[in-house]
């Protein structure tokens, strides 16, 4: 593909509206867990660089973002539920829009996908369940076992539902231009919406009207800081993380897409598979779905640029966002226009460390530079 069909005729280029957000292109970079926050949440000094160099994403979505101490899940990632923690966030996302660029924070609740250790003193994790999930978290032991988690009740929702509300408050706060409310991958929300999970009796379990009530709940508490179209939801209806499972997942998330549909969201971010999955038979359920879904769609995992280029040409797809190659090409979507060769992501330093693997990675012309 020669520089001027690429500049004037690529898809990938093609600046759009997603809800009240205007993007310059549909190379969206996904949420990347990064463990090099400080100990209490606030970022860390290297990640105002980090999002800086990869600015030139159509939208940089942040590393998922725990909204409360009792959301976190892993060693050293980011909070958003201090005034620390928001100072530091603006000075990342100044940072961003300095460059011209666009950046919603991921809004996280890791539910029972964590460890005693990492909580306030010595906590149980919670989730809708008390049933303990079959899955290891990143302590400062290295990975152990998740703790078996307590049931939230009636009243723990309700606080849970508020931590949201500031959380989103304190998102506002930091000038981040969106919010996504992370839903998908076994996490908290994710727990409430599975049944393989999700073994309430009560006004949250059983039915799917009744699972998908957490997730309504917290989508009308962070509309009184951000509207629905500067407010993106993450799902994965494969369930393919964290000890998840469905009976029905096709019949029971055709109901919150429905859901979804109706309050005009700024997009719906659908993981469609995970690094190494294979599976003809998701992507038929997924493409079904999609139909169901009437508002902006970013599809995620696996991708290429050809492959994105023909999931929006197609009209499947708005934009995709692309994770691993974000993380070894900070100019992934210059690089994608010219078609040039691509840095390989080194993962032995995905998780935790400092400035190597995380800022050191060329641009295209830094490496001709060189």
């Known amino acids: 593909m020669c520089a001027e069909t690429t500049q004037q005729d690529d898809p990938l280029f093609h600046p759009i509206h997603m809800g009240a957000i205007k993007i310059r292109n549909r190379v969206l970079m996904a949420p990347l867990t990064r463990n090099r926050a ?10 105002t660089t980090y999002y800086r160099q990869r600015a030139g994403a159509g939208v940089i979505i942040t590393e998922a973002t725990q909204i409360s101490p009792m959301g976190k899940g892993y060693l050293d990632t980011p909070g958003i539920h201090t005034e620390q923690q928001a100072h530091q966030w603006k000075k990342i996302t100044d940072a961003v829009h300095a460059e011209g660029g666009t950046i919603v924070i991921q809004l996280w609740h890791v ?17 809708a369940t008390d049933k303990r999930a079959d899955q290891q978290t990143f302590t400062a032991n290295g990975f152990e076992d998740c703790s078996k988690p307590e049931a939230l009740t009636i009243q723990g929702i309700k606080a849970t539902v508020e931590d949201y509300r500031e959380a989103a408050r304190l998102a506002k706060m930091a000038g981040f231009d969106g919010i996504e409310v992370h839903a998908a991958n076994g996490y908290l929300i994710d727990q409430f919406l599975q049944d393989g999970v999700n073994d309430r009796t ?29 407010t993106g939801v993450r799902l ?17 998330f055709a109901e919150v897409y429905k859901m979804l549909s109706g309050y005009q969201l700024a997009y719906l971010h659908v993981v469609e598979s995970f690094p190494g999955s294979d599976d003809d038979k998701g992507r038929d359920l997924l493409a079904r779905l999609r139909k169901i879904y009437d508002g902006f769609y970013i599809a995620n995992g696996g991708y290429d640029a050809d492959m994105a280029r023909e999931a929006i040409e197609s009209g499947y797809a708005e934009a995709v966002a692309f994770g691993r190659p974000f993380i070894a090409n900070p100019d992934l979507p210059h690089r994608m226009k010219l078609n040039a060769e691509m840095n390989e992501p080194d993962q032995d330093t995905f998780y935790g460390g400092g400035a190597e693997g995380y800022i050191d990675y060329p641009t295209l012309e830094e490496v001709k530079a060189a």
Do not use: C
């Open 111 to 127: 539910g029972r996908i964590s460890h005693v250790s990492l909580l306030p003193e010595g906590r149980n994790p919670v989730s």
């Open 236 to 252: 994965s209806p494969l369930g393919q993380a964290n000890d998840m499972s469905d009976s029905d997942p096709e019949t029971h």
């Open 38 to 47: 400080e100990h209490d949440g606030v970022p860390g000094e290297l990640a």
């Open 202 to 230: 009560d006004g949250y379990g059983g039915s799917i009207e009744n699972r998908m009530k957490f997730l309504e709940e917290v989508l009308n508490a962070v509309a009184d800081h951000w509207s629905p179209s500067e």
